[in-house]
């Protein structure tokens, strides 16, 4: 067992593929984390960090689909089954609930918990081993249930324990807040193939969104993409819209929901009615499976890399989630206009997507008029 060497231990998750973009967050939310390691599940990833700062600021993560406050790490889990529950018993028993409690209070920004707190229990296993679930639950349960410090254990309770282990590693930890941090109220109507907030606002940090910029998402659905920039960036214009009318409905609804004001088109995303070169930042979810079907998706990635060129601005840049995503890397490969500043696969809804990421290039030409308008910056790669 691992123990804290500064400050309080957390545990946040989010989609597996965006962890330089949590990371990210993260240090802006707040710097002083230390991290320690990073538990790499099948969908989704934990960063496990300790930290001395203002707790409630985690939850306003936008990229995070769940934080917690950690009783203890669980490192070095046997395969062998008796040894395995053995360890885990071990932990649960010895777990400082009590502290772990009055840690979760503190975050979630109020005096204290009601004594003994009702409490529902999750055990999520992930990897090889040779304990079930069930078997883990019912042993832990019977643990817990013992506990002073913990009241009666309830499905709609004030305090949300959860046992993470992925292969030989895990915590136990107490869920920051009362509901997990990926569902957005605004999100009250949905459509095929539509995004996840978190996945969607990741999608807007790695065009790396400047202040006042103009953004487009020029294949909106259900308006994920949109709100998530108009909610989590201070963008300039924010223009969207889809060929489908009802997605254009659904976005205008989703979007006043949200409090928040939005230009919706409904358009062609192959001929789009803006002027040249007037596009900082795109973001877009291209259209995939047997929900929303391309035709011919060489034809359908020309034509629409050759109209992302036309609208957007010299240094400007995109990142496009696409089950095509060979194709769209040797499309922009066999080109000068974009470049690929970075690219991942995503595991979204139980198939693997890529994410890339362009940048318009800049012309001998054009590098005068662009060095006028903003000041150069350097691109990282993304590829940690
Ligand atoms: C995968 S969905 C986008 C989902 C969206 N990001 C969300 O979170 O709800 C793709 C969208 O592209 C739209 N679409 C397909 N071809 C289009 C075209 N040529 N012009 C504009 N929209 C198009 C579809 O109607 C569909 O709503």
Redesign the pocket.
Known sequence: MTEPDLGQLFAVSFYSGFRDVVRDELQEVGPAFKLKTTLLGKRHDFLVFTSAVDATKLLHLRSAENAFVLCCLIDGIPTHRVRGLELVEHTVASARIGDCLQALARCRGIACLSDSPDWRFTVQLQGYHKSSADEVHKLSVEVLTALPALGKRRNEAEVDLRLQIIRDKGFLGLQLPRKAMNKRPYKAL??????DPTV?YSLIRLTKPELGDTFL?????????PIEARLGFRLGAVIC????SQ?VHITERNASTAETELAVHQ????HLPLANETVDTIA?????GK??P?DNPGH?LRA?LSELARVMRIEGRAAL?TAHGNDLDKLVRSGSTFRITSARTLNLYCRAVALLVLERGISRRGRKASNRRRPHKAIDSDKK
Do not use: Q
């Open positions: 949905t459509r095929a193939g539509s995004l969607a998402d020029p294949m909106c659905g259900a308006g994920t993409i819209g889809d060929e489908d997605a358009w062609n995303a192959l877009t979810n291209l259209p995939y929900d929303v391309l359908f629409l989630l």
